[in-house]
């Protein structure tokens, strides 16, 4: 551990960790002064040993099966299901993507459900009239005599109205009770539909499994689009996951700095574009979240930006001291990024490790070890076990 860690005042020992996520008790409120730790540099102390399994052209994100094996999707539109040992198996019935720039196959989730029915779900951005859309969509993952396919493919949500750049979001969460599915729209690079309520982009939406709307989402009566939003003002959000305590976190891009780490909580508005902690690529300033108190403010942010894509928390057992913490891969950062919790649930980052590459995603597998995937063409698989003592 290396001196930078004084800066968190609320998190005075690693040895601590394993503590501050209580599951099961309450909510706390947050610390009122959010905490920026983009200054913060890498450990030079990895407590971690990594081992590269497989390569894949632009991998975006993986997620493992019930029985061990992952699934991996590519930018570029290809899906493939790996073993431990790397052994790869492309999956066939992946749908056309408008693969570009930010966009393509994007997130993988098995359902809940998984061990009993093969249901997967995906995103990607897909070709349409007026410009490219982002679409949700479950399948069932058929594998027979050494080959795979996605079966009954079905699109269960799309971006309304089609149209926009990079920035898509597309990242899936399931309810800890596993009867709804959390998934968010980034801004599309057209930020002023962040505050409409009646677009898509930049919310974070809650519906039910087969895409239908939940009748007790806060604004189910309304119909369209504010019958599906959870939350708004959301930038580029690509990181979404519930922490063992039940609690939603979500983290996204900011401009020229800004990166956020927000407690997602029904109804809120997160403040994009109206607010941030970053500036515009211009460099014209942005109103900080400090000016305007009825937006959400993260507790903890980036400046200069992390570029962060993908979350975990850890409740492995490989790695004992980071259980309760939250894993971010890190692109600008070319890092791992871990953040812990103060007793009041305040988060900071508390390590940050080089990897010496563009970090797109992050998973834990069944025996607690925790695997990478590198944005790169090729970028590879990487497993990181503790480093021999």
């Not at 056309?96 to 009993?116: I, M, R």
């Not at 490989?318 to 009041?344: E, H, N, R, Y």
């Amino acid at each position: 551990m290396n001196g930078r860690k004084t800066t968190a005042s609320l998190l005075v020992a690693a040895t601590a960790l394993t503590a501050v996520l209580v599951i099961g008790a309450p909510p706390r409120a947050l610390a009122a002064d959010p905490i920026n730790a983009g200054e913060r540099q890498p450990d030079d102390d990895k407590p971690f040993s990594a081992h590269k399994v497989a390569a894949f052209d632009t991998p975006w994100a993986l997620a493992f099966l019930p029985d061990g094996r992952m699934l991996v999707t590519e930018k570029p539109g290809q899906m493939f299901v790996v073993t431990e040992a790397g052994k790869k198996t492309e999956i066939a019935g992946v749908p056309k993507v408008a693969a570009s720039g930010q966009n393509g196959l994007l997130d993988v989730a098995p359902a809940p459900s998984f061990a009993e029915d093969h249901i997967v779900y995906i995103t990607y951005v897909a070709p349409a009239d007026g410009g490219s859309v982002l679409e949700l969509a479950r399948a069932t993952l058929a594998e027979t005599e050494g080959k795979a396919e996605l079966s009954d493919l079905e699109v269960i949500w799309r971006q309304t109205p089609p149209g926009g750049g990079g920035q898509p979001g597309g990242i899936i969460a399931f309810s800890p009770d596993s009867k709804h599915l959390f998934l968010t729209s980034g801004d599309r690079m057209r930020p002023q539909k962040a505050q409409d309520p009646d677009q898509t982009p930049g919310k974070i939406l809650r519906l039910n499994l087969d895409g239908s709307v939940p009748d007790d989402n806060p604004d189910a009566a309304k119909g369209g689009v504010p019958a599906m939003s959870w939350t708004t003002g959301h930038r580029n959000p690509y990181g979404l996951a519930f922490a063992p305590d039940g609690r939603l976190w979500e983290h996204e891009m900011g401009p020229r700095g800004g990166d956020e780490f927000n407690l997602i909580e029904q109804s809120k508005n997160y403040g994009w574009p109206e607010v941030s902690n970053g500036i515009n690529y211009n460099g014209s300033p942005i109103p900080d979240h400090a000016t305007r108190p009825e937006f959400a403010a993260p507790p903890l942010y980036w400046t200069p930006v992390i570029a962060p894509a993908g979350l975990v928390f850890y409740e492995g057992d490989l790695f004992p001291d980071w259980k309760g913490t939250a894993l971010i891969g890190g692109l600008a950062s070319t890092a791992l990024v871990q953040v812990g919790f103060a007793a009041d649930g305040q988060p900071d980052e508390i390590d940050r490790f080089d990897m010496g590459a563009r970090i797109r995603d992050v998973a834990v597998g069944p025996d607690g070890a925790v695997w990478l995937i590198e944005d790169d063409s090729p970028g590879a698989l990487l497993k990181l076990t503790p480093k021999a003592k």
